[in-house]
Nanobody, 122 residues
Framework: QLQASGGGSVQPGGSLRLSCTAPGFTLDEYAIGWFRQALGKEREGVSCVSNSDDSIYYADSAKGRFTISRDNAKNTVYLQMHSLKPEDTAVYYC?????????????????WGQGTLVTVSS
């Protein structure tokens, strides 16, 4: 299972960097996605990165504010989030992706682990 960490409470406009780790297997062998689930809403894809050509997908809500990246030496995938908004408040998860990353669909995700809570509030 993958493990997300780095969440916390920030004010609107603030930044956070989330980390995705996976004890026991090598993340650069997998396409990885970041997902989030707000209270009372369905889980949605935020950003996904391929393992074959490093192509990246961002949901419209993430474009221009979030950046997904890999650090293979640390076996970690990051989600850098800037200009956070109250509507970004959610539990964030990372998962492996089977097949194409286009659309960053939850239906293609597996190896879910425990998420990390991000709260954006003044």
């Amino acid at each position: 299972q993958l493990q997300a960490s780095g969440g916390g409470s920030v004010q609107p406009g603030g930044s956070l960097r989330l980390s995705c780790t996976a004890p026991g297997f090598t993340l650069d062998e997998y396409a990885i996605g970041w997902f989030r689930q707000a209270l009372g809403k369905e889980r949605e894809g935020v950003s996904c990165v391929s393992n074959s050509d490093d192509s990246i997908y961002y949901a419209d809500s993430a474009k221009g504010r979030f950046t997904i990246s890999r650090d293979n030496a640390k076996n970690t995938v990051y989600l850098q989030m800037h200009s956070l908004k109250p509507e970004d408040t959610a539990v964030y998860y990372c998962a492996t992706i089977v097949g194409s990353i286009y659309g960053c669909y939850e239906s293609k995700a597996m190896d879910w682990g425990q998420g990390t809570l991000v709260t954006v509030s003044s």
